[in-house]
C-alpha cells in the first residue's frame, strides 16, 4: 500500500507489465487497506475480547490456506521466489500451535 507498486514487484517479485499495472497495483492497494483494518481488528480482540481469540486464530488459518489455495489454482510468474512462499506452510504450523494453545488458555480461564 505504500510501495509506488504495492509491494507487488518491489517484494513479492512480480513481473508488472506496463500495460495494466495500475489495475494490479490499485488491487494490491485495496489488499494492503484490507489488511490494516484486519491488523486493527485483531488488536482489539487482543486488548478487549480476548475469548475470540481461538476465532481469530481459525480465521488467520483459513485465510492462509485460501491464498496458497488460490496461489495453486491462478498461477503467476515471478522474477524471484516471494516471501510468502514458503512462509505460508511454516505460519500454518504455528497457527495451528497457538490455536492449540489459545482454546486451552481460555478453557483454564472460564
Known amino acids: 500500500m505504500f510501495f509506488s507498486d504495492g509491494g507487488a514487484g518491489s517484494i513479492a517479485g512480480m513481473n ?3 500495460i495494466g499495472a495500475s489495475e494490479i497495483l490499485f488491487v494490491w492497494a485495496l489488499w494492503g487497506s484490507a489488511q490494516l483494518i484486519y491488523a486493527l ?13 481461538p476465532l481469530m486464530w481459525i480465521i488467520q ?20 521466489t516471494p ?28
Not at 61 to 80: C, Q, T
Not at 85 to 104: G, R
Request: glycine fraction near 4%.
Open 83 to 110: 516471501p510468502g512462499a514458503y512462509q505460508n506452510y511454516i505460519y500454518i504450523i504455528l497457527a495451528l500451535i497457538m490455536l492449540a494453545i489459545s482454546i486451552v488458555t481460555t478453557k483454564f480461564e472460564d
Open 61 to 80: 488459518i483459513f485465510e492462509s490456506l485460501l491464498r496458497m489455495f488460490v496461489g495453486h489454482i491462478k498461477p503467476v510468474n515471478f522474477a524471484h
Open 16 to 18: 508488472i507489465p506496463e
Open 41 to 53: 481488528i485483531q488488536w482489539i480482540v487482543i486488548f478487549r475480547y480476548r475469548s475470540l481469540v
